[in-house]
């Protein structure tokens, strides 16, 4: 991650101003407040600011005239009782404003999550930075074979040394070209917002990215998951981290109730309860597909 000495002197001022206020502040948040946090090689995650606590949550579900909260334990339960039951607009009453700087490919993925309000960095305004993702050796890994949505082992010898080469070298020389299209020196000079186009996927983009708590753990159940692609899932768990420091009962509900949660379906459900009686189920008198019995028995076993 690089930041410049002025980007650091802009956060460094703004953490040594504080502000009196009578809303609701959580120590846990205030901690992370414009702090960036790096994320691959050149990116970062970092909270611009933040509206609601766990008692917000509370407070909403309860329509209260005051925080909301009858105790510690009452607001626990509460918040866990509503994750369970689905009862989700009490958590869309909390907010989260992040900066983040990610490869482009990666904001592909990312900008999907259509619950949130989005900011980037003008390519057509500004220049970019020289900054790409390449991955470490133990990322660059070969396509799965028993997942065409997935990688595998990670390459090795000449192969991993030849594809690392291809990958920095073919980043320098775009950008060499856009640096010389939209150079003045001696000639009219391309505009910015067609000379990008010559950028890899792997370039560097920025954004503010607003979205409510409860788009957000949408957000986090998918991509913090193992299925995601290893690139967005890093963000993912960071973003988790601040989470948990800045709403921790409903991190913690979210853990049991959705993270690290399975759904069976009505078929799994009556396997389960067949097998519980002693009766021997196989994938032949299952009555579901191949697919669905090796995820009924990974889950299980
Ligand atoms: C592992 C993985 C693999 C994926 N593979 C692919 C792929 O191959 N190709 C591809 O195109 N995408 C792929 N996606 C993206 C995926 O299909 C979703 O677009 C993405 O995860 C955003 O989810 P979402 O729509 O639920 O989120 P959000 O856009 O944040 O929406 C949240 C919820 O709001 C509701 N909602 C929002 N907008 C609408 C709307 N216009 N109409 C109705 N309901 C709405 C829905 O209930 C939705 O679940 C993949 C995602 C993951 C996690």
Request: hydrophobic share 40%; net charge negative; proline share 3%.
């Given at each position: 991650m690089t930041l410049s000495a002025d980007q650091q002197a802009e956060i460094d001022a703004l953490r040594a101003e504080t502000h009196q206020t009578l809303r609701a502040t959580v120590p846990g948040m205030e901690a992370h407040l414009y702090k960036a946090y790096p994320v691959l090689d050149h990116g970062f995650v970092r909270v611009v600011d933040y509206m609601g606590d766990d008692s917000a949550i509370c407070q909403a579900a309860r329509v209260s005239y005051g925080r909301g909260t009858k105790s510690v334990q009452n607001d626990e339960g509460l918040i866990r009782y509503l994750m369970r039951h689905w009862h989700?607009?009490?958590?869309?009453?909390?907010?989260?404003?992040?900066?983040?700087?990610?490869?482009?490919?990666?904001?592909?993925?990312?900008?999907?999550?259509?619950?949130?309000?989005?900011?980037?960095?003008?390519?057509?305004?500004?220049?970019?930075?020289?900054?790409?993702?390449?991955?470490?050796?133990?990322?660059?890994?070969?396509?799965?074979?028993?997942?065409?949505?997935?990688?595998?082992?990670?390459?090795?010898?000449?192969?991993?040394?030849?594809?690392?080469?291809?990958?920095?070298?073919?980043?320098?020389?775009?950008?060499?070209?856009?640096?010389?299209?939209?150079?003045?020196?001696?000639?009219?000079?391309?505009?910015?917002?067609?000379?990008?186009?010559?950028?890899?996927?792997?370039?560097?983009?920025?954004?503010?990215?607003?979205?409510?708590?409860?788009?957000?753990?949408?957000?986090?159940?998918l991509r913090a998951d193992s299925h995601a692609q290893y690139e967005i899932r890093v963000y993912a768990e960071e973003i988790c981290k601040l989470v948990a420091d800045w709403v921790p009962f409903a991190y913690k509900a979210f853990e049991d109730y959705r993270l690290g949660a399975v759904t069976l379906s009505s078929q799994m459900v009556d396997c389960l309860r067949r097998m519980l009686k002693g009766e021997e189920v196989t994938e032949e008198n299952c009555g579901m597909s191949k697919r669905e019995w090796r995820e009924f028995m990974a889950t299980i076993e």
């Amino acid at each position: 991650m690089t930041l410049s000495a002025d980007q650091q002197a802009e956060i460094d001022a703004l953490r040594a101003e504080t502000h009196q206020t009578l809303r609701a502040t959580v120590p846990g948040m205030e901690a992370h407040l414009y702090k960036a946090y790096p994320v691959l090689d050149h990116g970062f995650v970092r909270v611009v600011d933040y509206m609601g606590d766990d008692s917000a949550i509370c407070q909403a579900a309860r329509v209260s005239y005051g925080r909301g909260t009858k105790s510690v334990q009452n607001d626990e339960g509460l918040i866990r009782y509503l994750m369970r039951h689905w009862h989700s607009t009490p958590f869309e009453m909390c907010e989260l404003k992040l900066h983040v700087k990610l490869p482009v490919f990666v904001a592909r993925q990312w900008i999907r999550h259509r619950t949130a309000n989005v900011n980037e960095y003008s390519a057509r305004y500004s220049i970019l930075d020289r900054e790409f993702y390449i991955p470490g050796p133990e990322h660059l890994a070969a396509q799965s074979v028993v997942n065409n949505q997935g990688r595998g082992e990670a390459l090795t010898g000449e192969e991993a040394a030849r594809v690392l080469e291809y990958l920095k070298a073919d980043s320098a020389r775009a950008y060499d070209h856009y640096e010389e299209m939209i150079s003045d020196e001696g000639q009219q000079g391309l505009a910015r917002e067609l000379a990008r186009m010559n950028l890899p996927a792997n370039i560097y983009t920025q954004w503010y990215w607003k979205v409510d708590l409860h788009n957000l753990l949408h957000f986090l159940r998918l991509r913090a998951d193992s299925h995601a692609q290893y690139e967005i899932r890093v963000y993912a768990e960071e973003i988790c981290k601040l989470v948990a420091d800045w709403v921790p009962f409903a991190y913690k509900a979210f853990e049991d109730y959705r993270l690290g949660a399975v759904t069976l379906s009505s078929q799994m459900v009556d396997c389960l309860r067949r097998m519980l009686k002693g009766e021997e189920v196989t994938e032949e008198n299952c009555g579901m597909s191949k697919r669905e019995w090796r995820e009924f028995m990974a889950t299980i076993e």
